[in-house]
């Protein structure tokens, strides 16, 4: 008997995580971080209703927070197996897990410092950076293309998701008995087109399929549009000597915004620029880029082989220390500064937004999804006052919204990753997104594919 179980990202774009059983094997894809939602804490301390100690396998997709966020829980509660991922995914996911943890030491400290009287003093983190450590001590690295056995019955191999660097799909071959089963798990679906990466693979052939639904609902602006806004954007900040602020994620999405940039340059439709990307993370993320270029799309190759770097070029700066992001505040004429939240949540964006947000030459660019309740959120409103370190700000810089940056792939995009499925008409389940976006998905997959898909819950378990 095979079954496969949703525990995370069923009817939410958060927490993903699927176990597939058999009677000689348990392996584990994903273990994400829920996110956004109020009662994301405690959906966080939630573990899924298997023996974790009991797993024989995890296998990580890539390593944004909602896919490896969770990873060092499982080994709080006694696993001590192999967590299988691409190459690029581990050096990222020690990135990610380690600044994750730190991150929530600070929070619960800060807020213990703060305790009222009568208030229940902060839960103790998830975890904390020695046992994220632990995480990367248990992380085995295979290549794209690459087949390997990680349990009993079970092969593994992984296509490029064009996603984030490093990003995956998992064509999972289960074996129980005299029954051998196909399982494609998509991970997050990239852009075709998007830069550096390359275009995603759909793992053919399947059986049974996950397919994220993130934006199965809508498509995203195209991206030629999008580079035409930013750059008009960047002109007039030229032009009236005023500051660009991008709040901006410091996995992919910063990467893109400076290839962007540089293409600007060395199409000579900017001339000069100062541009300065001013997160330690997004910073030790393009160091990365830089180490693993087996990943480049074909432009990124062709400006390797003429002695130019994809993420580089005159007038850019990678900056980590406190000092020189502060020096930032003061600096005069017109720059772009790259700084991470990318919701606008804390971080070093925060301090920018503080100092020039109530300068009308200032000029901010949101260039990713921005949460309720956020303070990126009330920018794109139309908020006329914010509240930046418990002092009210006035907003009189120009907040341009640009919708054509996105890592996942649009509905168009997703329809076309599940194309090659169309005549096996494999079994298929719509994860990753929230209900709205999965049932416009899955009547589209069925009037242009005529393939027919289920949208499981949180904890639904099926017998494959």
Not at 249 to 264: M, N, P, Y
């Amino acid at each position: 008997m095979i079954r496969l179980g949703f525990y995370g990202a069923a009817g939410e774009v958060t927490g993903s995580c699927y176990v597939v059983t058999t009677d000689r094997a348990r392996v584990m894809i994903d273990m994400g971080m829920h996110q956004g939602e109020r009662a994301a804490d405690e959906h966080n301390r939630r573990m899924p209703p298997v023996d974790v100690a009991a797993l024989d396998a995890v296998v990580l997709t890539h390593a944004h927070l909602d896919h490896c966020g969770r990873l060092p829980l499982l080994i709080k509660h006694g696993y001590r197996g192999r967590i299988h991922c691409t190459d690029a995914t581990a050096d990222v996911t020690g990135i990610i897990l380690r600044d994750s943890a730190a991150i929530q030491m600070e929070d619960c400290e800060r807020f213990n410092r703060r305790l009222r009287r009568g208030q229940e003093p902060c839960q103790e983190p998830l975890y904390d950076v020695a046992q994220a450590e632990r995480v990367l001590e248990q992380l085995a690295t295979m290549g794209y293309g690459q087949e390997k056995t990680i349990a009993e019955g079970v092969t593994i191999s992984f296509a490029d998701a064009g996603h984030i660097l490093g990003s995956a799909s998992v064509r999972m071959v289960v074996k129980d008995g005299a029954r051998t089963l196909t399982v494609a798990f998509s991970g997050d679906v990239g852009v075709s087109g998007s830069p550096i990466l390359r275009d995603p693979v759909t793992p053919v052939p399947a059986d049974v399929v996950l397919l994220e639904s993130t934006y199965g609902d809508k498509d995203h602006k195209p991206l030629g549009q999008t580079r035409e806004e930013l750059l008009a954007v960047l002109l007039d900040a030229q032009a009236t000597g005023g500051k660009v602020l991008v709040p901006a994620f410091a996995v992919g999405r910063t990467q893109d915004l400076v290839f962007h940039i540089g293409e600007f340059l060395r199409a000579g439709k900017l001339k000069s620029v100062r541009v300065f990307v001013d997160s330690p993370m997004a910073t030790s993320v393009s160091d990365l880029y830089a180490r693993h270029k087996e990943v480049y799309d074909e432009r990124a190759k062709q400006l390797l082989s003429q002695q130019m770097a994809p993420l580089n070029f005159p007038g850019l700066t990678y900056t980590r220390s406190v000092d020189e992001s502060k020096r930032l505040n003061d600096a005069k004429g017109s720059m772009v500064i790259i700084s991470a939240s990318g919701m606008c949540t804390g971080g070093r964006i925060l301090h920018h937004l503080y100092h020039d947000v109530s300068k009308p030459q200032t000029h901010v660019v949101i260039a990713g999804y921005q949460g309720q309740g956020t303070l990126g959120r009330r920018l794109v409103d139309g908020a006329r006052t914010v509240n930046i370190f418990r002092e009210e700000v006035p907003v009189r810089a120009k907040v341009h919204t640009l919708g054509g940056f996105s890592a996942h792939a649009g509905r168009s995009g997703l329809i076309a990753w599940a194309a090659p499925f169309r005549e096996s008409k494999p079994r298929l389940f719509l994860t990753h997104g929230e209900d709205g976006p999965r049932a416009a998905l899955r009547d589209q997959l069925a009037a242009r594919l005529g393939l027919q898909a289920a949208m499981p819950k949180y904890g639904d378990e099926v017998e494959l």
